[in-house]
């Protein structure tokens, strides 16, 4: 569908999760929107550590493309950032509006495609920047939704898409990734696993983030330390055994939640 859609839209603009911006992009979206102009978006910015997010607005913007921060939870569309979009598709184009303009054709729109992996924001993005009450808004990876045209500030059309995954992970690292953020549904994972692999990612660059929150001495081995959480939360079981899963469910949701704080898990090189 997005291919064949491609021929009539003049912007692609791909929605990341600003706490992992290169896991979160589809590597499909490259070759499909070649030959199109790109903004890219860094969405929850507002759960990611604010100077990295700001390297890699640098980052994609050395590489040619468009690359904006935004919170599309924010209630607040300034604030917020999605009306950075605007005025950024405007500059883009600005080539094309001149022409159009001289061929007498005023109002043409500028019809830009949302794209983004699931969960990654897509509607509440356009909900922030269409002011669109709505738009379906779910924490579930995997909602297909139809194709469908929204007006913005009459002269851009939107496509909305539905999330897309691709099928094939090369690098695993990446399916963790996006397994901590909550893009992939946590039903298909072993939930224990994926909370040692987070405490590893985690630890590895700001171990205190995680001894001031759990209140816990940081140890080489991930599971001992899961289990010290459990511990130090109190989650026991019948006998004294530490609840794993329990403290797994924990660990992720208030990662994702932002009660660690504003953490990336990526950093540009
Ligand atoms: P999608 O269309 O790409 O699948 O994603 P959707 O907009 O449904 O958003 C998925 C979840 O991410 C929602 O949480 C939404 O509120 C949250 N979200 C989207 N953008 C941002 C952002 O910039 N910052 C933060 N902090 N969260 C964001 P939810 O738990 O399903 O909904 P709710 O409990 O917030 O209502």
Request: proline residues 3%; positive net charge; contains cysteine.
């Amino acid at each position: 569908m997005l291919a064949s859609q491609m021929g009539i839209i003049d912007v692609v603009v791909e929605i990341l999760d600003a706490r992992v911006p290169l896991a979160s992009r589809n590597p499909d979206i490259d070759s499909l929107a070649r030959d199109k102009k790109r903004v890219l978006v860094l969405n929850k910015a507002d759960l990611a550590d604010e100077k990295t997010t700001a390297l890699w607005e640098e980052y994609f913007t050395r590489q040619g493309f468009f690359a904006l921060a935004v919170n599309a939870k924010d209630n607040d569309k300034k604030k917020g950032g999605t009306s950075k979009l605007t005025a950024t598709l405007k500059k883009i184009m600005q080539e094309k509006i001149q022409k159009q303009k001289q061929r007498g054709r005023i109002n043409a729109p500028i019809r830009a495609m949302i794209v983004g992996i699931p969960n990654v924001g897509k509607s509440t993005f356009i909900n922030q920047l269409a002011g669109r009450a709505g738009a379906v808004v779910a924490d579930r990876p995997g909602v297909t939704r139809g194709r469908q045209w929204l007006k913005v500030d009459g002269e851009f059309d939107l496509m909305d898409t539905p999330g897309v995954l691709w099928h094939k992970f090369d690098d695993p690292h990446v399916g963790i990734l996006l397994a901590c953020t909550g893009a992939i549904s946590d039903n298909v994972l072993d939930r224990i696993t994926l909370a040692t692999h987070f405490l590893e990612i985690i630890t590895s660059h700001e171990p205190e983030i995680v001894k001031k929150r759990y209140n816990v001495e940081i140890c080489g081995n991930m599971l001992s330390l899961l289990e010290a959480i459990g511990n130090a939360r109190g989650f026991k079981m019948k006998g004294g055994v530490i609840d794993l899963e329990r403290t797994a469910i924990t660990v992720l949701d208030e990662f994702r939640g932002g009660k660690l704080g504003r953490i990336s898990l990526e950093k540009p090189s």
